[in-house]
């Protein structure tokens, strides 16, 4: 199956998220593939960056596990925080 596309532009601000609400369910994260918002309970990443939702991880990894350990702990990192 082909890479999906990531988008960066939201990764910073999820990350900022996650970092002052960690699991507050009325938090919305913004998912890196779709841009869809979602609460932490559907998403999945490496302590905030990386995230994407469980219905992306599946379609394109086949599991949200699988997502986690090929994409979200994977070396690339994202691109610097601008400012």
């Known amino acids: 199956m082909k890479k999906p596309k990531i988008n960066w532009e939201f990764n910073w601000q999820n990350i900022?998220?996650?970092t002052k609400h960690k699991f507050d369910g009325t938090i919305e994260y913004t998912c890196l593939i779709c841009k869809e918002k979602k609460?932490?309970?559907?998403?999945?990443?490496?302590g905030g960056a990386k995230m994407i939702c469980t219905l992306c991880a599946k379609k394109y990894y086949?599991?949200?596990?699988?997502?986690?350990?090929?994409?979200?702990?994977?070396?690339?990192r994202p691109r610097k925080r601008k400012g």
């Open 39 to 46: 609460d932490i309970f559907h998403m999945v990443s490496d």
């Open 62 to 76: 086949g599991s949200p596990l699988t997502a986690v350990n090929e994409f979200c702990l994977s070396r690339k």
């Open 16 to 18: 900022d998220n996650f």
